[in-house]
Structure formats: C-alpha cells, structure tokens
C-alpha cells in the first residue's frame, strides 16, 4: 500500500491582494519548486492547528485562517498527498525562511510563470475565484 501524508498549507495574501510562495531547500526531493507554506499534520492534531504550526515554525509568522480553498490529493512517486488548503493572512512576524531556500510575494497574473510543485498548482482556479 502507498504511504499518504496529509498536510495543510496556506495561501497567505498581503494587502495588495499578493500571495506568498516558497521554493524548496537543496536535498530535499523537487528541490527549487516552489510550494505554499505549511506542512505535515501530525497524529492527533487538527489540520487548522497544523498549519498555524507549521507556518510559526517554518515563517517564525503568526496568521489568521480566512476560508478554506480546498483539499487537493495527487499521487506522487513515492506517495499519495492529501493536501488541505487555506487562505490566510499574516497578524504578527516577519516572515523569517527558516526551512525554505527562497521566498517571494507574486500577483495572481504571474502565476504561470512558476515551477510549481504539482499538487499547489492544482489550486489555480480556487485560488483565481477567491482572490482573482
């Protein structure tokens, strides 16, 4: 049986309606793709409890959940995602990279011009009604 990993992530938008993505850091498997912030929910854990979690971890960030966007699942090579999504935006920090190589703040219009991982493109048209 394929291992799955449940993970939520979040869309985080400023003010002028920009969201912020993250490339992946060298070693890890897509290594310069770039990704929404979030990650693993642990055993136990509620998704919303696991992305306020992660993003404190990987951003040093505080956010508010907006809405719920959706749940992507995409079989990768060596494991089935269930990936929880959610619009979000930042209420304390300053966006410290603590595990991402890179991060930058892009306008829905640019959006193509990324190499996204995936399962974090397949978000485009929620994405596109909910802040487009």
């Not at 990704?35 to 993003?55: H, N, Y």
Request: charged share 30%; aromatic share 10%; hydrophobic share 40%.
């Amino acid at each position: 049986m394929r291992e799955v990993t449940e993970v939520a992530v979040g869309v985080l938008i400023d003010k002028e309606g920009r969201f912020l993505m993250a490339s992946r850091p060298q070693g890890k498997p897509y290594a310069g793709w770039w990704e929404f912030p979030g990650g693993k929910i642990e055993v136990g854990e509620s998704t919303l409890d696991a992305l306020q979690r992660e993003i404190l971890e990987e951003l040093n960030t505080k956010i508010k959940i907006r809405d719920f966007i959706q749940t992507v699942e995409i079989d990768y090579p060596n494991f089935h995602l269930i990936m929880h999504c959610y619009l979000c935006e930042v209420t304390k920090g300053n966006l410290t990279l603590l595990e991402h190589e890179a991060a930058r703040w892009i306008k829905l219009s640019e959006w193509n011009t990324i190499q996204w991982l995936p399962a974090d493109d397949a978000i485009y048209e929620r994405v596109k009604e909910l802040i487009g």
